[in-house]
C-alpha cells in the first residue's frame, strides 16, 4: 500500500525500506517495551516541563506548551496506550511530532537510539482478532535480540485525538 509522505510515495508498511535501503526509525521506551516512529515525523526531543492543563481535557492530554511561539498539544502516550504508569523524572521525554502539518508532543518513559531497518527486518503485526486493533502498527522490527514496535503514529493521532489537538491548540476542548 502506498501514501504519500513528504512529497514521496511510500510503502506504508516499511515505511520507504526495501531490501537494499534503510529506514531509520526514532526507538522510545513506554514501560518495558520499545517502540518506534519514523524519523522524519520527529522535529525534536526536549525533557518533560510543566503543561498548561485544558479543563475536561481526556487523561492522555495532559495539556500544552508554548514552543516558540505555538501552541503545542501534549500527549502522555503511556497514558493513551494504557501500558505503564505515568511517572515524570529526569529521564521523561517530549517527543515533538509533525503530523500532518500539525505539531504535537508526545510523552515517552525514555528515547533509545536511532534504529536503521530493512524491509527484511520488518515483519508484519500478528491479526489478534478482535482482541485489539493493530491498525495503528507497521510491523514489528527485528534487530538482533530486540523487537521494536513499529508504529504509524499518524493512525494512531488521527480521529478523536486529531479534533481534540484541533480544539487545544485553538483554545478550545470539543464537547
Request: net charge negative; proline share 2%; charged share 25%.
Amino acid at each position: 500500500m502506498l501514501e504519500q509522505r513528504n512529497g514521496d510515495a511510500v510503502d506504508a508498511r516499511t515505511g520507504g525500506a526495501d531490501a537494499a535501503h534503510a529506514c531509520e526509525y526514532l526507538s522510545f521506551t513506554i514501560g518495558r517495551e520499545e517502540y518506534g516512529i519514523h524519523i522524519l515525523q520527529v522535529q525534536e526531543l526536549r525533557g518533560y516541563e510543566a503543561v498548561t492543563r485544558i479543563a475536561s481535557a481526556p487523561d492522555h492530554l495532559k495539556g500544552v506548551i508554548n514552543l516558540r511561539g505555538i501552541i503545542v498539544p501534549i500527549i502522555d502516550m503511556r497514558i493513551r496506550l494504557g501500558v505503564a504508569e505515568p511517572s515524570y523524572d529526569q529521564f521523561t521525554v517530549v517527543v515533538i511530532l509533525n503530523l500532518r502539518d500539525r505539531v504535537v508532543g508526545m510523552v515517552v518513559d525514555s528515547v533509545s537510539d536511532v534504529v536503521a531497518l530493512t524491509a527484511e527486518q520488518i515483519k508484519a503485526a500478528p491479526e489478534m482478532g478482535g482482541a485489539f486493533s493493530t491498525e495503528h502498527l507497521i510491523g514489528l522490527g527485528t534487530l538482533g535480540d530486540r523487537m521494536i514496535i513499529l508504529v504509524d503514529i499518524e493512525k494512531l493521532m488521527s480521529g478523536e485525538e486529531i479534533g481534540l489537538i484541533d480544539s487545544a491548540a485553538s483554545g478550545k476542548v470539543a464537547a
